[in-house]
């Protein structure tokens, strides 16, 4: 079965701190990977999406996720967190089916930038 | 703008009562999805479709019916079979493998 796994639910940073969230998946056959984020009051959006090619995958806002085969793994980073990057972030990962996909989500981290 | 709309925003039901969530699309999207997300489990797909007339049960389908008679519009019946109905929904769509759009939510709470 398909799964997702966030290691860290609650993650507090200074501002200009450097970022990482931790994402591990588990799926049988070619996954397609992706790293939405939910502001406060805001809809859920795409920060970005892995789906072959370069295992950097540049995003919005300046963050970024680095796709590891052998670890199964997707993790997010930034160099320096802002204030306004405060939010909830979900790594997700889908079949490459070519066609419609099913979406697998994790359980999230909720990030808290102290100014 | 294109976009999804999700009425209404919050919803309050009474024990033993259907209540039906609605959720539209302009974005001429064919695959429509209901997910349910509570605190600290993440998004759990409840209902999915790809094609109009057609719908498949997600992880968590139990007590919840959908119908899709529409390619724009996908809306989710929460019956009085879900045992813990209160919760945040988040419908969303997706015309390809390229990411999900999705709407403001609706939030259900039992009183």
């Known amino acids: 079965a398909q799964s997702v796994s966030q290691h860290n639910h609650h993650v507090i940073l200074s501002e200009a701190a450097s970022l990482e969230l931790g994402c591990n998946y588990s799926y049988g056959g070619t996954v397609n990977l992706f790293w939405y984020v939910q502001y406060p009051g805001q809809h859920l959006q795409l920060l970005l999406k892995y789906f072959s090619g370069d295992p950097l995958v540049k995003g919005i806002k300046g963050f970024e996720a680095e796709f590891i085969k052998s670890k199964f793994s997707f993790n997010l980073r930034k160099p320096s967190v802002q204030w306004s990057d405060t939010a909830e972030y979900f790594c997700?990962?889908?079949?490459?089916?070519?066609?419609?996909?099913?979406?697998?989500f994790g359980t999230g981290t909720k990030l808290q930038v102290i100014p | 703008d294109g976009g999804i709309t999700q009425s209404p925003k919050y919803l309050f039901r009474k024990e033993g009562q259907n209540v039906t969530l609605s959720c539209e699309q302009n974005?001429?999207?064919?695959?429509m999805y209901w997910y349910r997300q509570d605190p600290g489990q993440g998004l759990r797909l409840i209902y999915y479709s790809q094609i109009v007339n057609d719908f498949q049960k997600g992880d968590i389908a139990e007590g919840y019916s959908v119908s899709r008679e529409k390619k724009e519009s996908f809306p989710l019946t929460v019956t009085s079979a879900q045992k813990n109905p209160t919760a945040f929904y988040l419908c969303a769509s997706t015309a390809n493998r390229y990411g999900y759009t999705f709407g403001s939510g609706t939030r259900l709470t039992v009183v």
């Open positions: 974005l001429n999207h064919d695959a």
């Open positions: 997700a990962a889908g079949g490459d089916s070519g066609g419609y996909q099913k979406v697998t």
